[in-house]
C-alpha cells in the first residue's frame, strides 16, 4: 500500500500504539523523520484511510498490534516506552496530541490575553483556552493543577472527556479527574451528560474495588455487568444533538476573566 508522506501503515499503527503506551511524541517525529505538523497531517489521513477501507485493513491492524515493536519501531523497548510513560505521563500525551487544529496558532509569551483571545474566531476559544492550561501543567508536571483556578480546572476536566475516543481511555487518562466530573458537568450546565457519565463512573468504580480486593494489576481485565461502550454509544448521540464542545464554551463566555491574563 502507497505510503503518507512517506509513512506506512504499519508505521503509523505501530506509532498510535506506542504513544499510547506512553512513547514521547518527539521520539515517533524523530523515527519517521517528520516534524509535528507533518504527523498530525499523517495521523489525520491514515484514519480516514483506515475508516474508508476499514473491512481491507482491520486484520493488518490486528496483526501489527500483536508486537507494536516492529517495523521501525523495532529498536524500541518495552523499557523506554514505561520509563517516558513515568516521566511524563498523560500532561505531555496531552498537549502534543489532543489540539491539532489551532497548531498554527502560537499564543502570546505573556499568556492568554482578552485581547488576543477576541482576535480569535469564538470556535478556536475552546481549543485555545485548552492550550494555555496544558502550557500550565505541563511546566509544573502532575502538581500542575495547583496552578489552575477554579474555572480552569472544570474546564479541563470536561476538556478531557470531549477528547477521548471512548470512555476507557477517560479512565486510562484522567482517573485522578473521576470524582469530579459529575459535579463540574451539572457546572456547565451539561446535565443531560451527567446521568450518562455517573452510570459510566459506577462501572469504573466496581472494577476498582475488585481490583483492588482481589490485589490486581491495574491493567489486568475485570468483566462486570455493565460496559463502557454502551454508555459512550448514548455519549456520542448525545454530542452530535448537543456538542458538550458548545455546552464549555458558553461557560466560558460566562467565565471569561477566569481563563485570561490580566
Known amino acids: 500500500m502507497q505510503k503518507i508522506n512517506n509513512v506506512s501503515f504499519e508505521d503509523w499503527v505501530c506509532a498510535k500504539e506506542l504513544l499510547y503506551k506512553g512513547l514521547t511524541p518527539q521520539k515517533v517525529y524523530d523515527i519517521l523523520n517528520i516534524d509535528k505538523a507533518t504527523w498530525h497531517e499523517t495521523d489525520k489521513l491514515w484514519e480516514d484511510k483506515y475508516g474508508e477501507l476499514w473491512s481491507e485493513l482491520n486484520d493488518k491492524r490486528q496483526s501489527v498490534l500483536v508486537n507494536p515493536f516492529s517495523y521501525s519501531f523495532a529498536h524500541i523497548t518495552e523499557m523506554e516506552v514505561e520509563e517516558d510513560l513515568r516521566e511524563n505521563g498523560e500532561v505531555l500525551y496531552l498537549s502534543e496530541l489532543e489540539i491539532p487544529e489551532i497548531e498554527h496558532v502560537e499564543l502570546p509569551k505573556e499568556g492568554l490575553t482578552l485581547k488576543f483571545l477576541k482576535e480569535q474566531d469564538e470556535y478556536e476559544w475552546v481549543d485555545l483556552i485548552n492550550k494555555n ?42 482517573h485522578d479527574l473521576v470524582d469530579d466530573i459529575e459535579e463540574n458537568l451539572a457546572i456547565i450546565g451539561a446535565k443531560k451528560y451527567v446521568r450518562i457519565v455517573e452510570k459510566a463512573n459506577n462501572v469504573y468504580r466496581k472494577v476498582q474495588k475488585i481490583i483492588k480486593d482481589n490485589q490486581l494489576e491495574d491493567d489486568e481485565e475485570v468483566f462486570i455487568e455493565g460496559n463502557y461502550e454502551e454508555f459512550y454509544e448514548e455519549f456520542s448521540e448525545l454530542d452530535y444533538d448537543k456538542p458538550l464542545k458548545d455546552i464549555l464554551l458558553k461557560y466560558v463566555k460566562k467565565h471569561l476573566n477566569s481563563f485570561v491574563s490580566k
Open 133 to 174: 492550561i496544558l502550557n500550565k501543567i505541563k511546566i509544573s508536571g502532575h502538581d500542575g493543577y495547583d496552578m489552575l483556578n477554579k474555572e480552569e480546572y472544570i474546564f479541563y476536566s470536561i476538556i478531557c472527556l470531549i477528547y477521548i475516543d471512548e470512555f476507557q481511555d477517560y479512565y486510562d487518562w484522567h
